[in-house]
């Protein structure tokens, strides 16, 4: 990166920062500190629905998922819109008419305090612990290939954040991630434009359709009915769908945003605006790895996108393998490249047999390439067993940094780290706001001032923000830590989103029954994580369906006498 | 459930809003498909 990377990189983050701080600097009450104040509409809200979404990871992964598998990975989103259009008309109008700050308050005037205090534990479990890998996840890709020092790397995206959180609360954090994502929008869109432009003059942009589509990178949409595929339109829909509902509706990353403002009907247009637009902005990002696939098919990539790694085996003792496999690979690549070009004339031409015929000489040697790349793994296994095998991450930003022009380079760049940013602000909000208004409030210091609330809420807010950050400095030390994170998150949203949806549609059950329910299905779906080998999307499903089933039975078997009267808190009142 | 219908821009009620949402998806995964098919 050059001085005028530098430039926009910083630039832009601390003129985000300094933002934050600006609109916020003489808020100083409770409710705006925790539900934002009444400017906020909807197009500033659909936003920071959409940018607490998107983590830095969806950045830096995602277009090397497309370039690895194609477009199927946006199936795994199709669930989504009909989970928002649930959370719209069933989450937010009780949200709003309890006029809860958290989703979890909404379980103790529903229930009882111990229900609530289940949810809101399993939320800050969850989250508190994946703040620090959305922290560490994109330092650890962006040190290695810049050569920057991790440490400081990730005090770079942590503090500007706990900054402008810890002082502007929810309104500071709606706003920053408006102008985050309209960087992430432009910076996408430019690196879109910019790979289709680097592609060679003799191929347009339908050209490079043609050739994604022809090696099979195009395959949007799977009705297969193969449950051992991984990504089909039936998965998507049904995993997707428990997925969404429950991290839209009862994630209070996710909940205090629609519920800033303080507008029903802002609220439900900020998230129609993602039903809509999700879909297309997964869509596009993905073709953005595709060209980046395409274009590489025309420029030589490296053997390994991961140069770090690649660097250490060149220095070991396999280091005579690995260059037999770049002699193999170097071979493989100059028969495609030929074959790509017959390809590229074929499809000008429009001759279906010659297409057909270029096609498989294309993946002739494209088949060998992936055979190649998975010799390459299982030799980096053997240098280190501990080393990362997986490059697919280091795709979009090796490209950036190779073939994008200097000024450009730091505006990628800052597009993941305000990505980075704009997650871990939610999650730091949501993590302080919980602690005070779920724990701190109801059982430490029930009939404290306001005063005495906003100062606890910034100084929880920055507390989780040391917690995400120390956690982030020390990920490194334990193995498979992102993947564990991630299993972490789907065994405890089923049970939470299974609470939830007991509390708005099963209106005779009570907070114990639900309780009890909650504690037993998740005791089984942690037995059927270690001894089974269920895909871990499927603990969504199992754990929200068992704790339905199971509250309901026990309310009207053992606990038929706890069922007298219920709150008023369901859809129908 | 009951839900007010007002300031639902373009579309009136949220009812029509969530039609909306819903044909807008089908004509993505259309679209999705399409492109698959006409350059695969």
Known sequence: ?573 | MKEPNDAVPLCGTWRNAYLAVISFFLLEVALFYLVDRVFS
Not at chain 1, 293 to 314: S, T, Y
Not at chain 1, 430 to 448: E, M
Not at chain 1, 551 to 561: D, E, F, H, P
Request: proline share 3%.
């Open chain 1, 1 to 573: 990166m050059s001085g005028i990377d530098y430039a926009v990189l910083f630039g832009t983050l601390l003129a985000i920062a300094f933002y934050g701080w600006w609109k916020t600097r003489a808020d100083q009450n409770l409710d705006h500190y925790l539900r934002g104040d009444a400017s906020i509409r909807w197009g500033t809200i659909g936003l920071s629905v959409m940018a607490t979404q998107a983590s830095a990871i969806t950045f830096l992964s995602t277009p090397g998922q497309a370039y690895e598998s194609g477009m199927a990975f946006v199936q795994n989103y199709f669930g989504l819109p009909f989970a928002l259009i649930v959370v719209c008309a069933v989450f937010i109008p009780i949200y709003h008419r309890l006029k809860v700050v958290t989703a979890y308050e909404y379980l103790g005037q529903r229930f009882d305090q111990k229900t609530r205090l289940l949810g809101a534990f399993l939320f800050l479990l969850q989250r508190g612990l994946a703040a620090g890998i959305t922290i560490y996840a994109p330092a650890i890709i962006l040190s290695a290939l810049l050569g920057w020092n991790l440490s400081l790397t990730i005090l770079l995206a942590g503090l500007f954040v706990v900054i402008y959180t810890t002082s502007g609360g929810t309104t500071a954090v709606s706003h920053t991630q408006k102008w985050q994502m309209a960087v992430i929008l432009v910076g996408m869109a430019i690196a879109f434009g910019m790979v289709v432009h680097r592609l060679p003059p003799n191929v347009s942009f339908l050209d490079a359709l043609s050739v994604a589509g022809k090696m099979g990178k195009l395959n949007a949409v799977d009705f297969s009915l193969d449950p051992h595929r991984r990504y089909t339109v039936w998965s998507g829909l049904l995993g997707g769908f428990f997925l969404a509902l429950s991290y839209f509706g009862t994630d209070q990353s996710q909940v205090q945003r629609y519920l800033a403002g303080g507008s029903l009907t802002a609220g439900r247009l900020g998230l129609l605006f993602n039903a809509v637009l999700k879909l297309p902005m997964q869509f596009f990002i993905l073709l953005t790895g595709v060209m980046v696939f395409v274009f590489f098919q025309f420029q030589k990539p490296p053997l390994f996108f991961n140069q770090p790694v690649i660097e250490r085996v060149a220095q070991s003792e396999q280091a005579g393998n690995l260059r037999a496999l770049q002699s193999r690979y170097d071979h493989a690549f100059a028969e495609k490249r030929a074959a790509i070009a017959s390809l590229t004339n074929a499809i000008d031409a429009g001759s279906a047999p010659a297409i057909k015929a270029a096609t498989a000489a294309v993946l002739r040697p494209q088949k060998e390439i992936d055979g190649i790349h998975g010799e390459v793994k299982q030799t980096i296994k053997k240098t280190n067993p501990k080393m990362e095998t997986n490059d697919a991450d280091y795709v979009f930003i090796s490209f950036v940094l190779h073939y994008l022009p200097h000024g450009l380079i730091g505006l990628l760049v800052a597009v993941i780290f305000c990505a980075a940013m704009s997650s871990s602000a939610s999650e730091l909000n949501a993590l302080g706001s919980t602690t005070v208004v779920d724990f701190y409030r109801p059982l430490v210091h029930p009939a404290a001032s306001e005063t005495h609330y906003l100062f606890v809420s910034k100084l929880l807010t920055a507390a989780w923000g040391g917690v995400a950050i120390s956690f982030a400095l020390f990920a490194n030390l334990v193995e498979n830590l992102i993947q564990a994170i991630n299993i972490l998150g789907s065994i405890f949203y089923g049970s939470i989103l299974g609470i939830f949806l007991v509390a708005f549609f099963l209106r005779f059950v009570r907070g114990t029954a639900v309780f009890v329910a909650a504690l037993v299905s998740q005791t089984l779906v942690l037995f059927l994580f270690y001894s089974t080998s269920i895909g871990y999307l499927w603990f969504n499903v199992i754990g929200c369906v068992a704790v339905l089933a199971l509250s309901a039975a026990l309310q009207k078997t053992l606990l038929r006498s706890d069922g007298d009267s219920v709150r008023p808190s369901g859809p129908a009142s």
